[in-house]
Nanobody, 123 residues
């Protein structure tokens, strides 16, 4: 069992930056690929970014490429999402998740999910 707790969300103006963090419980963090997903009101949860167990492979949704960066620190059981050049359409609840593989965009490949952190980007 893995528990995930996100933090770092908030209100920011368009063009600004935020860094989300996700702290995982347990001693098996380095055995999981990690992903970030988001869900806006009235929309389905969508893939944002993922990172492999070692951090060597990363994967991004087209909508965030060049603006968001996912990273992890296995010694701290933490995965990060650095978000730059934020847009109003980035407004959503952001969830981290851990799962199998090297970091895929498929929700079904993730076994554990956090409760989410709200990101609001004003225009």
């Amino acid at each position: 069992q893995v528990q995930l707790v996100e933090s770092g969300g908030g209100l920011v103006q368009a063009g600004g930056s935020l860094r989300l963090s996700c702290l995982a419980s347990g001693r098996t963090f380095s055995s999981y690929a990690m992903g970030w997903f988001r869900q806006a009101p009235g929309k389905e949860r969508e893939f944002v970014a993922a990172i492999s167990r070692s951090g060597f492979y990363t994967n991004y949704a087209d909508s965030v490429k060049g603006r968001f960066t996912i990273s992890r620190d296995n010694a701290k059981n933490t995965v990060y999402l650095q978000m730059n050049s934020l847009k109003p359409e980035d407004t959503a609840v952001y969830y981290c998740a851990c799962g199998r593989g090297i970091g895929t965009p498929r929700k079904d490949d993730y076994d554990y999910w956090g409760q989410g952190t709200q990101v609001t980007v004003s225009s």
